[in-house]
């Protein structure tokens, strides 16, 4: 699935899949299926309100988000995106406003530097023998698309896309052949950098905190979509866009 939070007009974000032009809504689509089984009335039928709550409820949300979108899929099949927006159950992807598909991570944003060696070599370091690990903090993630904020703090602004690794299962000490089934998704961002900041003090932190130092998506794709992460390639669009993990429930 290529999951997406999204707003249409003034509305609150919405947790949606892109289908070709149509960004469907999973939750309108999940209580619109549970009323045409009799299940309820009214509401969303429990469905996750935010993409978080999706991560977190594990595989039963997922499910429902699958069943929900396969609803969707065989409305646009049958009668089309003008229908499903009418019944207000999708939109025009050309008429919503994409969010950061997490728009606050729960925990934090936990990266990994230097493990690009090309871009290390650009700066004159070199590949470390072990991970280099730091953190930016959830407040720094926005919309893709969104302004970054030249800080009156920094004159050398740099960027670095970065493949996105979203957690969704928690878990300590996990070995090697099981670490890709806790993974949710896969998303990019842009990991935004105060370089002044970062060598004036050392630690990595504030360097890579600022206001809006983390554009996110503009999509998260699910895990099962993306069986092997080490053929994908990561490029650059446009200035708008580190591993992130979201911890879900054990």
Avoid at 171 to 192: K, M
């Amino acid at each position: 699935m290529r999951l997406v939070t999204y707003r249409k007009g003034s509305s609150k974000p919405r947790v949606g899949a892109l289908v070709d032009d149509a960004a469907l809504d999973l939750g309108a689509l999940a209580a619109d299926l549970a009323r045409e089984r009799g299940a309820v009335r009214h509401g969303r039928g429990g469905f996750p309100k935010t993409m978080l709550e999706l991560i977190q409820g594990g595989p039963d949300a997922l499910a429902a988000a699958r069943e929900a979108l396969s609803h969707g899929e065989a409305m646009l099949k049958h009668d089309g995106l003008g229908a499903v927006t009418e019944r207000k159950l999708g939109a025009p992807a050309a008429k919503v406003r994409l969010e950061a598909p997490i728009p606050r991570p729960a925990r934090n944003v936990f990266c990994l530097g230097r493990n690009y060696k090309e871009h290390a070599a650009e700066r004159g370091a070199k590949a470390p023998p072990h991970p280099v690990y730091f953190t930016k903090a959830p407040e720094t993630v926005v919309a893709p698309g969104a302004k970054v904020i030249h800080h009156a703090a920094t004159t050398e602004r740099d960027y670095e896309v970065e493949l996105a690794v979203v957690i969704g299962t928690a878990g300590r000490d996990i070995a090697r052949e099981r670490a890709l089934g806790h993974v949710f998704g896969y998303t990019i961002v842009n990991d935004v950098t105060a370089r002044d900041l970062q060598k004036r003090h050392g630690q990595w932190f504030k360097g890579k905190s600022l206001d809006t130092f983390c554009p996110m998506g503009p999509v998260l794709v699910t895990a099962d979509e993306i069986p092997d992460p080490q053929t994908l390639s990561v490029a650059m669009l446009r200035i708008s866009v580190i591993v992130i993990t979201q911890i879900g429930r054990s």
